[in-house]
């Protein structure tokens, strides 16, 4: 594996980095806060279903309030973010498409339905949602002779992206919602994390070369000698600079900026993927896990 191609790559990936930027303060929230705006979350999601939110089983701990909901539906509420994941509870071939449907329409229709269940609330002072991508999930089948159906459209996500003050939130889409064929909303998870209208300072950004480097040496660090790697194992690599996410497990205060880098490994028929983030400012403001400062095997089971 050639170290300063890949280097060289990642640094060339992330495109036009800002010398300076903002400091953002995130709104904090009581759990009693964070229980009322979940409410207020599925009194909406309601309005777009035929099953009744108003009633459901509430049971909250330390981390999470699960609210079990009537036909099945769920909630859970995650108290370190704030973050809320629904699930209708609809079977998955309920409700298909009729037919396969134009992209362009789809994208409308889940556009719309974002409109009307997510409030500017979820974002904050100092940011938006932009759609980012959209997911058809398709069924076929075949009889023993290998004659095969019509592809089935079964449901479609769309997934939207947090931007604060022009730039990025990076990690899980910050809001993500799955639409049956009858327009029913089957999931829902809302992972933005609203800033406050207080920015807290302006940071330095290093180059991305420094960047580059520093994400190099984790993978070297999760990998192993350089030497001992195929020249051809990379099958890509990219890098992105934005505010980051820490997770829905994990408490934030502020939104700080990263880099954080996306390689892809193939040999012979092996495939791994690793997701790599580092500050992108000298001084520290979030507490981001390097992975390879520690072995994988314990990496791996903290990560989950």
Wanted: aromatic content about 6%.
């Amino acid at each position: 594996m050639n170290e300063q191609l890949m280097i060289e790559s990642l640094a060339t990936s992330a495109g036009r980095v800002p010398t300076a930027v903002d400091i953002v303060g995130l709104q904090q929230f009581s759990t009693e806060e964070m229980q009322a705006r979940t409410r207020r979350l599925l009194s909406q999601v309601a309005e777009r279903s035929d099953c009744s939110l108003d009633r459901g089983d509430w049971q909250a701990d330390d981390e999470h309030t699960l609210i079990r909901l009537p036909e099945g539906a769920r909630a859970v509420l995650y108290h370190a973010s704030g973050s809320m994941i629904y699930t209708s509870g609809l079977a998955p071939f309920a409700a298909h498409f009729e037919r396969m449907e134009d992209k362009e329409h789809l994208i409308r229709q889940v556009n719309q339905s974002a409109k009307e269940v997510v409030a500017r609330q979820w974002v904050g002072n100092h940011g938006e949602l932009v759609f980012e991508r959209l997911w058809q999930m398709k069924a076929q089948g075949a009889d023993l002779q290998g004659n095969s159906c019509e592809p089935l459209l079964t449901r479609v996500v769309g997934a939207y992206r947090q931007v604060v003050d022009g730039l990025p939130v990076l990690g899980a889409a910050s809001v993500a919602l799955r639409l049956a064929g009858n327009g029913a909303l089957d999931m829902l998870s809302v992972q933005a994390r609203p800033s406050a209208a207080e920015v807290l300072e302006k940071a330095a950004i290093i180059a991305p070369e420094l960047a580059a480097r520093q994400l190099s040496f984790q993978l070297v660090s999760l990998l192993g000698p350089v030497r001992d790697l195929p020249e051809d194992v990379i099958e890509s690599q990219s890098m992105q600079f934005g505010y980051l996410n820490l997770g829905k497990r994990k408490a934030q205060r502020l939104l700080a900026p990263a880099y954080v880098a996306q390689v892809v490994l193939r040999h012979k028929m092996e495939r791994q993927a690793y997701i790599l983030a580092v500050a992108a400012t000298e001084k520290t403001y979030l507490p981001i896990c390097h992975c390879g400062d520690q072995a994988l095997p314990t990496a791996s089971r903290k990560l989950r």
